[in-house]
């Protein structure tokens, strides 16, 4: 993509609004824009990052067994009804009539339209497991919407329901998912430390969260000290070690020594649940047993915040300068930086090392526009790509270009083909 | 994936509200579920056809210069205010307020919202032409929703919004979109006429619908019967050729001879529109010229209805027996009866087949469901895969399996070799 022709205008000053830094820098970085109080358009630049977290939610939820629908984002209140939350739900549930005065609502998370989709599907006990999953845009109307898309009113979310047919299966799909969703954060660069919790309006008598430990994070979490040294793929080990949010929290029964427990905030970016039969009773989602019984079915609830962890990762992955990608969710791969335009050399050099980069599937963003330097470094820092390829009169004249990482600072002037060979790899 | 634990249940009997094949068909196979009047969920197997509908309409954007952006669902009142259109919209329009009593609307379209970010961003006329899209939900509270998908309240559409510096340029971007939608539905196996019609609540001077024939189409069209015969690759002979909605046409001057004017119904499936400085002029859209004099920006505004493709597909494409998905947007593109579940034989061979074929990258359902073969023989011609292969025990035993063209109705008995040689390809 050329710079000259993309929709991306960074912003050299900080917007008011903006409290916390992930905030900060998804405006300045042009990847969202605010439409209304906690509701955001996502620019080109943003959706390439909420579309690859999208990616590796999907493809670890299908890797666990997890099967892929999508329901409408908006739903009939006698649905809520039937399970008894309509009226419990409170204001953050956005609530409206059509035009025949039906009651409808825009869907704030989906128990209730799952359980009347598989009790009209599923009979018997010989199709569980189920598990099924959605990756679809929620509404919950927050009375004080802040921290950008890290706390919007409407969010993508990726939420996922288990139907098993006793306790022991709901327990394996409830730690099915534990695993998964450690998987799926460390493949995006990100160390989660799953907390119990209070499991608030989805109910049920098990619950942890999904936290990414950062200054800004809302909740106060404790934890095991030896949870920070953990290999993040030692699931077992991880699973064993106490950690806990503040309201599930109390020191005299929690077995960790004082040295050893640890005080810190998180952002939460995923959450999971096993609550029974809470709603399979209440909306009669049965199966047919092996001796002809009517079983009610066992449910677990999963959800991971696919639009906040665009926040979460910038929050837990930035500096002075900007925001430091880590390379999965990475917008594009390399910034391509032509430091003098209309140079013949350096055209011919940028642009053919821009076809070999797009020829061999490495994605690149070439600041191709009429800048200063300074200005063209500054915007590559602020976006954050992995990778920054400079071409400039002096090193090509020398036979060099510079390769920055820009995680760790370090550049190096080396030949066109070496810097080719490095990013393709 | 295998039949026994998809989240599948192809219905025998046809559900009573479904008036047109395609809404029937949709319902039988389990492609989705009504969860409210016009409002569906999508279940496995509908969800793989929408996102491959998705996917090529997706590709043909980018590939003709268009950016990828995202917008929320709800937006603001006061963005339509700002335009107009807020008053003239109607009942069509499902409005609501959020806890502080702001007005808000769940988005029919955007033209709003885009000029609202576009006049945030763009600044120079140098930065033109841009072309924007997005895939996402919109709702409109049709006041009588029917034919499934094709015509439901909360449906998935392509939108995209060109900005050009003058009428030319507007004109290109236009014509452009033309083409690409042309290309776009031939890809999905598609014949698209693109009609003259009535912008309607868009508004503007130029405007084109694209109509698939079908015989529950909505709309009267009328059109030369060269069309018939025309190459859809041929674009600028097919765009010389009349082709006209029924309110736009006129026996009397479309200079068609009356023995080459076919009359036809059609389906809607995407609609294009240049209107000009109608956005641009009330909501003060405009760029710095190169005499520093304020241009205000020429817009087109261009739609493909991408959940209703589904439901148009169908119509065009199914027998008395069921869907005859085209290859592209086919949710599997194999499927694989074992007709004896249980059967040493039978079950090895079927599994070394199913390996292989998921090995190759090729889209595999195995039905090992343990059913009658007539039962199997009625799901694989309804869910209408391009390509079954059936693995019974008297075939093995003679060393061959039975390769059938869901299109065609041919059948081969052929070695297992030469049968994963054709799928594989």
């Known amino acids: 993509m050329h710079l000259s022709r993309y929709f991306l205008t960074p912003l050299k000053e900080t917007p008011a609004e903006a409290q916390v830094i992930s905030h900060q820098l998804s405006l300045r970085a042009g990847l969202v824009r605010q439409t209304s109080a906690g509701i955001y358009a996502w620019l080109p630049l943003g959706l390439r990052v909420l579309k690859k977290v999208e990616r590796i939610v999907r493809e670890e939820q299908d890797r666990a067994g997890c099967q892929e629908v999508l329901m409408p984002t908006v739903q009939p209140a006698e649905l809520w009804r039937e399970s008894g939350r309509y009226d419990d739900y409170g204001k953050e549930m956005l609530r409206f009539s059509d035009r025949h005065a039906h009651e409808m609502l825009y869907g704030p998370t989906n128990e209730e339209m799952i359980t009347d989709i598989f009790r009209q599907y599923v009979r018997s006990y010989r199709d569980l497991p189920k598990n099924l999953y959605q990756i679809q845009w929620k509404f919950r109307d927050e009375v004080r919407p802040r921290f950008g898309v890290m706390r919007g009113r409407e969010f993508l979310m990726k939420d996922n329901y288990s139907f098993d047919i006793d306790f022991d299966g709901a327990k394996r799909s409830y730690d099915n998912m534990h695993m998964t969703y450690l998987r799926t954060f460390a493949r995006m660069g990100l160390k989660a430390i799953a907390v119990r919790a209070d499991p608030g309006a989805i109910g049920g008598s098990l619950s942890q969260e999904f936290q990414i430990l950062a200054e800004t994070g809302e909740s106060k979490i404790f934890y095991d000290a030896e949870l920070d040294s953990m290999d ?44 029974g039969t809470k709603y399979s009773e209440a909306m009669n989602a049965t199966v047919t047993g092996p001796k002809g019984e009517a079983i009610t079915v066992e449910m677990g609830s999963y959800g991971i915040g696919v639009s906040r962890l665009v926040g979460a990762i910038i929050e837990a992955s930035h500096d002075e300068k900007g925001i430091v990608w880590p390379e999965p969710v990475a917008p594009f791969h390399v910034g391509l930086v032509n430091l003098r335009v209309g140079d013949g050399a350096c055209d011919t050099a940028a642009n053919e090392i821009y076809e070999k980069l797009q020829a061999a599937g490495v994605e690149v963003l070439y600041d191709d526009r009429e800048e200063r330097a300074g200005v063209k470094f500054a915007t590559m820092e602020l976006i954050g790509l992995p990778w920054q390829l400079v071409i400039g009169p002096r090193g090509l004249a020398a036979g060099v270009v510079e390769l920055k990482n820009r995680a760790s600072g370090e550049s190096e002037e080396i030949s066109v083909e070496s810097a080719l060979a490095r990013l393709v790899g």
């Open 232 to 275: 993040i793929n030692d699931i077992e080990g991880t699973r064993g070690l106490y950690a806990s949010a503040e309201e599930k929290h109390d020191p005299a029964t929690c077995g960790v020594p004082p040295d050893r427990l640890r005080e810190a905030r998180g952002i939460e970016v995923g959450h999971i649940f096993y609550f």
